[in-house]
């Protein structure tokens, strides 16, 4: 077998021209269609049109040209088939060899802020995947090409041997289906949001590979990164850009993930550092430089090692105090040339920039994402917790009133623990964390933990829990600490019992209405 013709027709026309001289070379007859076909004959490559093989002209504004019999049994016929054979010769039909198309662009399309309804339904492709999906599925005889990274490989072996392996056709079909379905989840998705029915009853995500990581949580664990094809407003560590360092680890990007979430809360200048996903340190100040000695002084030995983010550009200033101690990664909207610089002399620290819309997009302004968690045959979906919370909403249940400041760092806490893992408990002062009381069991420990790492810090601190008390005895623990305020949902049947624990203690104490549960 050889391959004498090819159906030719791409939106991305890259490489096209230099593919199909090339294979008309070796004596490929070359059908195309529409602003492929214009452009190949301008170019001087041998090309007929699409009209020429079915008999039929391009009509409705071209939405219909290769949905034609002449097409599809020239795609789907089994060569070795002597009744398939028969049906072709006795119906003057000729077989196509080699597909190469690639799709309306439906992604790029929606992706534009001011895309009409209209617009984005005209980009929705129905020929090029019906002809795809035909020759793929007929892969035993054609070659099918949806990818221009491929086309250098499937020249190699036509002007090597006039046709391309069947592992090869094998690889270029799974990589078609693979395109196909991705192109549908995305019309999907979109139709989805149109409805304003994001859980219907059939759900598809598709994501595109990243990069591939060494390993995943542990050495002996395969593992992937990859994003979502139309990217969120605001910084992400999806479309971050990596400035320097070692290539980031399946934790890395974990890790990551969370402090760019927690730093997302604030409008003011703020750094955080996680470890483990856990914030071990949050500051905020007048500039990006106090927020940083505020996170570090938070906990100076959980720091090392960790991922510290910031929401405006780290200056040189910021920048000496963070090369003082070994991070992993650094993630701001950008570094000034000095400060990278300086960042860039630790050889292995990973400098992340997202861009100056973390430092334009308020807290206010963020969506929810759709978050998906795997379990065993089958997965959760949920949208993520970006609720946020105003001073208005709330509720004093103690006798004693908080002060304004206290008020302040109640507020600022709770922006903090609703990014702890469950049981949380969080102490913070003067606008930072001086203890964090992570994943527990019970909640009066975390507490414990928490005020075990304030230590001396504790007296006149404020304490945030993501869920309600059901009893004192959290209270009761806080109080002996010299905690002066606490801030949680509230909604227990026990309320009574931990707001007396409060009275009795003089701690004042304010409820949400709204709990934080991170598991």
Not at 165 to 186: C, G, I, M, N, P
Request: hydrophobic share 45%.
């Amino acid at each position: 077998m050889a391959i004498k013709r090819a159906l030719v027709s791409v939106s991305d026309k890259t490489g096209i021209t230099e593919f199909c001289r090339a294979l008309a070379a070796q004596g490929v007859q070359i059908i195309s269609t529409g602003g492929t076909h214009a452009l190949l004959e301008r170019e001087g490559v041998p090309v007929i049109g699409i009209s020429d093989v079915t008999g039929f002209p391009e009509i409705l504004d071209g939405r219909v040209k290769t949905l034609h019999p002449a097409v599809h049994s020239g795609l789907l016929a089994i060569r070795d088939s002597a009744e398939h054979v028969e049906a072709m010769e006795k119906l003057g039909l000729d077989y196509i060899d080699l597909v190469v198309v690639n799709l309306y662009p439906f992604k790029e399309t929606v992706s534009k802020p001011d895309v009409s309804y209209e617009d984005a339904i005209e980009n929705i492709d129905i020929g090029g995947p019906t002809m795809l999906r035909s020759a793929a599925k007929n892969h035993a005889f054609v070659t099918v090409v949806v990818d221009a990274g491929d086309y250098a490989e499937v020249l190699a072996q036509v002007q090597a041997g006039g046709d391309t392996s069947l592992e090869t056709r094998k690889r270029l079909a799974a990589k078609v289906f693979r395109h196909t379905a991705a192109y549908d989840a995305l019309i999907s998705e979109y139709f989805a949001e149109q409805l304003g029915d994001p859980l219907p009853e059939s759900l598809t995500f598709t994501y595109e590979k990243v990069q591939e990581l060494r390993y995943g949580e542990n050495p002996h664990q395969q593992a992937a990164f990859y994003r979502k094809p139309l990217a969120k407003k605001g910084p992400s560590i999806t479309t971050a850009k990596q400035l320097h360092g070692k290539e980031l680890s399946y934790n890395n990007i974990n890790d990551a993930n969370a402090a760019l979430a927690i730093v997302s809360e604030f409008d003011e200048p703020a750094v955080v550092a996680v470890k483990h996903m856990n914030p071990c340190g949050v500051g905020i100040g007048a500039d990006i430089d106090e927020a940083y000695v505020k996170a570090y002084a938070s906990d100076p030995t959980s720091i090392f090692g960790g991922i510290v983010a910031a929401n405006r550009t780290i200056d040189a200033q910021t920048a000496d105090r963070l090369a003082q101690i070994f991070l992993e990664i650094i993630i701001a909207p950008d570094f000034t040339p000095e400060a990278l610089d300086i960042l860039s002399r630790k050889k292995n620290i990973r400098l992340l920039a997202t861009g100056t819309d973390s430092q334009t997009q308020s807290a206010a302004e963020r969506k929810p994402e759709w978050l998906v968690t795997s379990v065993d045959g089958g997965m959760l979906v949920q949208q993520s917790d970006v609720h946020s919370l105003d001073e208005a909403d709330l509720t004093v249940v103690t006798e004693r009133v908080p002060t304004a400041e206290e008020l302040k760092q109640l507020l600022f806490a709770w922006k903090i623990v609703k990014h702890v893992k469950s049981n949380a408990i969080l102490l913070a002062a003067d606008s930072m964390t001086v203890g964090v009381g992570a994943g527990q069991m019970n909640r009066v420990g975390a507490a414990r933990i928490a005020i075990e790492q304030a230590g001396d810090k504790a007296k006149g601190a404020v304490l945030a829990s993501d869920a309600f008390f059901p009893m004192g005895d959290t209270v009761e623990l806080a109080a002996q600490a010299g905690i002066t305020a606490i801030i949680q949902p509230g909604g227990s049947v026990k309320d009574a019992e931990s707001v007396a624990a409060a009275n009795a203690a003089g701690i004042a104490m304010v409820v949400t209405g709204v709990r934080h549960f991170k598991h």
